[in-house]
Nanobody
C-alpha cells in the first residue's frame, strides 16, 4: 500500500508565498511521476505541475513563472513553491504519485491541503 501525505497549505494574502510538501511512502517501487493538482469549489481537478523521473517538468499556463515544482528523489518527497499567489489560486491541492513495481503501474493520491489566498 502507498501513502501520500501533503502539508504546507494555509491562508495567505495576495502576492504572498507558500511551500507545499508531499511525502510518499510504502510499497512504491520506482516513481515514474509526481505531480500537484488542485480543485476549486465547483470546478474540476486540474493539473498544476508535475515532474517525471528524468527531471522533466510540466506546468499549467496559469502558474508558469510563479510556481516551481521540485523533488527529493531519495526521500520520495515532492515540493511546490508558490509565489505571487492570486485569489484564483485558492483550491484544495492534491499530490499524485505514479509508480511502478515490476511491470505493474499504480497511482496514489493524498487527501489534499487547502490553500486560501485572500486579503
Amino acid at each position: 500500500q502507498v501513502h501520500v501525505v501533503e502539508s504546507g497549505g494555509g491562508l495567505v494574502q495576495p502576492g504572498g508565498s507558500l511551500r507545499l510538501s508531499c511525502a510518499a511512502s510504502g510499497s512504491i517501487g520506482s516513481i515514474a511521476t509526481m505531480g500537484w493538482y488542485r480543485q476549486a469549489p465547483g470546478s474540476q481537478r486540474e493539473l498544476v505541475a508535475r515532474i517525471f523521473s528524468d527531471g522533466t517538468t510540466n506546468y499549467a499556463d496559469s502558474v508558469k513563472g510563479r510556481f516551481t515544482i521540485s523533488r527529493d528523489a531519495a526521500k520520495n518527497t515532492l515540493y511546490l513553491q508558490m509565489n505571487s499567489l492570486k485569489p484564483e489560486d485558492t483550491a484544495v491541492y492534491y499530490c499524485s504519485v505514479v509508480y511502478r513495481i515490476g511491470i505493474t503501474t499504480g497511482s496514489a493520491w493524498g487527501q489534499g491541503t487547502q490553500v486560501t489566498v485572500s486579503s
